[in-house]
């Protein structure tokens, strides 16, 4: 059997996609295997939910630490610790450094809950409203230096309806997430393996 990428997720909240990547990786034919999570704020509720899951979770308090220097030195060593090929951002809210990014860079996706390169940043159900859009949805893509604009992996959209508020709105574009999320990571954990495959 081809060995499966390992994969950390990182989180600072309540893990929703980090549950929908651990579930789909429980799959037999999926190519990555979550091996980590990690957050930045101990008191992210997916930490919890990540153990009980099965997976081990670690928070990596960013207010420990001097800087954001120091911060991705500490998330840099427990990643390379656990052998992490591909880090997975899923509700992480810190922007991480361009070396950062650079040393990472092909193997680190985020999830963003709009189509970008329309409404990236925050409150995007919210904007999405405001601006009266017919239609919405989420995008996993690749992690450059630039906030929201790496190449674009995957999309899903979903319709706005008429009595949508920004909650029901978010709903519906959060369980395309958990649908989109797994595929993307388990095609780039496929796409790893074949530009470099194990040796026999
Ligand atoms: C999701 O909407 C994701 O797109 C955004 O932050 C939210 C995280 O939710 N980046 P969860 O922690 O995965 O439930």
Known sequence: MI???RTAVLIS?????MSALIEAARSRDFSAEIVLVLSDDPAAAGLSLARKLGVAAEA???RAYTGKP???AALETRLTAARVEIVCLAGFMRVLSAPFVERWKGH????HPSLLPNLRGLNTHERALAERLAEHGCTVHLVTAELDAGPILVQARVPVLPADDASALAARVLKEEHRIYPQALDALARSLRAEAPEPQ
């Not at 680190?108 to 999830?111: E, H, P, V």
């Open 70 to 72: 120091a911060f991705e």
């Open 60 to 62: 990596i308090d960013f």
């Open 13 to 17: 909240g309540r893990g929703s996609n």
């Open 108 to 111: 680190l996706i985020n999830i």
């Open 3 to 5: 060995p499966r990428v």
